[in-house]
């Protein structure tokens, strides 16, 4: 079964410092994981997929992650915090191989950064 | 852009009612999501369709049913609200398979008195 385990609830961080959000993953096929990112008040939006291309994967707003297989992780990196980043970030893997709908979602992490 | 409402943001309503939470997207997609989301808990799929009339049940369908009678529109029904049920309720739509993105509603956060 597919499952996504987001290792920290909290992260706290200064404005202009690296970020690092940390996603391990199990899956039985070969996976397709996304990072999800939710504004105060606003909907859920698409920061970066990673479906079996290239591992180092670049997203929206200068973030990105790399999947590393062999550490079945998927961290969510930035190298310089802006204020603008404060949000809610979830890690989703895609559930089952084939032609499954569903995605299955993290408990996500709240990302706060300090002026 | 894709959009997707929800008919409210702001919902309160006394256990037992009947709650309707409509859901319209702008884009064609034939798939659409119901979740909720509870603090410390994620997203949670409650059901989802993949065409008009069909639906299949997520991961925690009870105390709830669904409707989609037109593309565009997906309607969570609670029949029976219970304090259990108050949450933040998101709806998504996608075109296509789950390599694809999913657009979220603002979302609807339900409180159950």
């Known amino acids: 079964a597919q499952s996504v385990t987001q290792l920290d609830s909290h992260v706290s961080v200064s404005e202009g410092t690296p970020v690092l959000l940390r996603c391990n993953y199990s899956?039985?096929?070969?996976?397709?994981l996304f990072w999800y990112v939710q504004h105060p008040n606003k909907g859920l939006q698409l920061l970066l997929k990673?479906?079996?291309?290239?591992?180092l994967v670049k997203g929206i707003n200068g973030f990105e992650a790399e999947f590393k297989k062999s550490e079945t992780s998927f961290h969510l990196t930035k190298p310089s915090a802006h204020m603008s980043d404060a949000a809610e970030y979830f890690c989703?893997?895609?559930?089952?191989?084939?032609?499954?709908?569903?995605?299955?979602f993290g408990t996500g992490t709240l990302l706060a950064v300090q002026p | 852009d894709v959009k997707v409402t929800q008919s409210s943001r702001y919902l309160v309503k006394r256990t037992g009612e009947k709650v309707f939470l409509e859901c319209v997207q702008d884009?064609?997609?034939?798939?659409m999501f119901w979740y909720r989301q509870d603090p410390g808990l994620g997203l949670r799929l409650i059901y989802f369709?993949?065409?008009?009339?069909?639906?299949e049940k997520g991961d925690i369908p009870e105390g709830y049913s669904v409707s989609r009678e037109k593309k565009e529109r997906f309607s969570l029904i609670l029949e029976s609200a219970s304090t259990n049920q108050t949450s933040m309720y998101l709806c998504?739509?996608?075109?296509?398979?789950?390599?694809?993105?999913?657009?979220f509603g603002p979302g609807t956060r339900l409180t159950v008195l």
């Open positions: 998504a739509s996608r075109a296509g398979t789950a390599y694809n993105e999913q657009f």
């Open positions: 899956s039985s096929y070969s996976p397709s």
């Open positions: 990673y479906t079996s291309a290239a591992t």
């Open positions: 989703v893997v895609r559930a089952g191989g084939g032609a499954t709908n569903k995605l299955i």
């Open positions: 884009m064609d997609h034939e798939n």
């Open positions: 369709s993949y065409d008009v009339k069909m639906k």
